[in-house]
């Protein structure tokens, strides 16, 4: 282990104040301690962010909520009214990690939390997001590809974003507050889907948050009608992330589409919302063959890496099966 500087912030604005380059904030530690074992991360200082932001989940106006940044995964999840305005995030907090990893792991670190791509994971690999310029290990003949992009890929990087918590965010419209960078900098607000980037040619850049930048809160609007739920696909029952996975929102009047929100994880470097699928849907008679049909046009874009080409056709099914289970 690398030797380091360590402080803890009392707010955001000294949070914000201390930040330099090269160091990194610290929340409940779940993936920033993992990678500085694994080498990749090798900041020259943390600054303890924990007591620096809201740890409560206070009603808004109109029946939304306010969700400080320290909420901690398992409260979020236990939540009365997430549980029963926002039941696709309930069950997207739920799906992430273990039982202790949520007791530990908080909103605004669960957000940015990094790629589990095993080649940026791997110090010893070439990896344009760990070190730009050295390519991608990821695209060479013969790489473990099956958990990686089909959707918004490019030449640089083939990575997924993990959260299960930013693809139900990003199927509800959330709005991200954030401060910095630099001392007095004013707040600002950050819609979702915007959060995260695709790679294009900077992956070493996952969000459009500048350096020192700091996440305090997220605002969840109102419920949006009709019915919604998550559901993950992946490998084993439990502490896994997804192969794919969907946060889908329907309403259904008088037999066809009214509204739909659709948002897909494990596919792209960035939560994916479908929105062609959403456009296909809107109007149309509520049956499979609709649904199918808008899951088709969405994946027309997937381009699969050789040994993942099974996710186009699972995300294609699991898009058609969760809306299908939602008009029920």
Known sequence: MRSFAYAR???????????????????????????MRLGVATPDSLIDVTGATSGQIDDHPGGGLLIGAAV??????ADRRVRERYPMLARAVLAGASGQVRNMATVGGNLLQRTRCPYFQD??????????GSGCQAQQPGAETENLAIL???AACVATHPSDMAVA??????TLHASGPGPGSPEHAIAMPGLHRLPDASPERDTVLAPGELITAVELPPPPPGRSTYRKVRGRASFAFALVSVA????????????????????????????????????????AGTYASAAAREL???????????????ARNLIAAV???LSS
């Open 9 to 35: 912030a009392t707010d955001a604005s000294e949070a914000v104040a201390a930040y330099r380059p090269n160091a990194a904030y610290l929340g409940g530690g779940t993936n920033l301690v993992d990678l």
């Open 72 to 77: 901690r995964n398992s409260d979020l999840a």
């Open 123 to 132: 110090v010893s690999t070439a990896c344009n997001k760990r070190s730009p």
């Open 152 to 154: 918004g890929h490019s």
């Open 169 to 174: 965010l990003t199927a509800l419209g959330a």
């Open 248 to 287: 889908a929102t329907l309403e259904i009047a008088d037999g066809a589409v009214a509204s739909c929100r659709l948002a897909l994880g494990g596919v792209a470097h960035a939560p994916w919302r479908c929105q062609l699928a959403e456009q296909a849907l809107e109007g149309q008679p509520a049956t």
């Open 300 to 314: 027309r874009a997937a381009r699969p890496l050789p040994g993942n080409e099974y996710k186009v056709t699972l």
């Open 323 to 325: 809306l299908e289970e």
